[in-house]
């Protein structure tokens, strides 16, 4: 049973930058695509970014292009979310998830964080 742990929300202005971390326990990461979510109040949880197993091939929503970046570190088992120039509609909690199988899909998941709340005021 993979548990994953995110760190790294908060309050900032913005056009200002977080970057989110996301820890996992109890499995190997490397053996699971790293999809990063959000659900903002009233809206469903949408995809954001994903990256594969081992390649590293990065998909990302059309809203968080060129803005965010989602990276891995097999070694020290933890999955990123580099988050620049941000708005207000991105104010979300944001949430990573694993999946056997690189996908945008959030049914495809099987592990999920328990979020971190990122707000961005104007």
């Known amino acids: 049973q993979v548990q994953l742990v995110e760190s790294g929300g908060g309050l900032v202005q913005v056009g200002g930058s977080l970057r989110l971390s996301c820890a996992a326990s109890?499995?190997?990461?490397?053996?699971?695509?790293m999809g990063w979510f959000r659900q903002a109040p009233g809206k469903e949880r949408e995809f954001v970014a994903v990256?594969?197993?081992?390649?590293?091939?990065?998909f990302y929503v059309n809203s968080v292009k060129g803005r965010f970046t989602i990276s891995r570190d097999n070694v020290k088992n933890t999955a990123f979310l580099q988050m620049n120039s941000l708005k207000p509609e991105d104010t979300a909690v944001y949430y990573c998830?694993?999946?056997?199988?690189?996908?945008?899909?959030?049914?495809?998941?099987?592990?999920w964080g328990q979020g971190t709340q990122v707000t961005v005021s104007s």
């Open positions: 990256i594969s197993r081992s390649l590293g091939i990065t």
């Open positions: 998830a694993a999946t056997s199988r690189t996908s945008t899909s959030r049914s495809d998941y099987d592990y």
């Open positions: 109890g499995g190997t990461l490397s053996n699971y695509a």
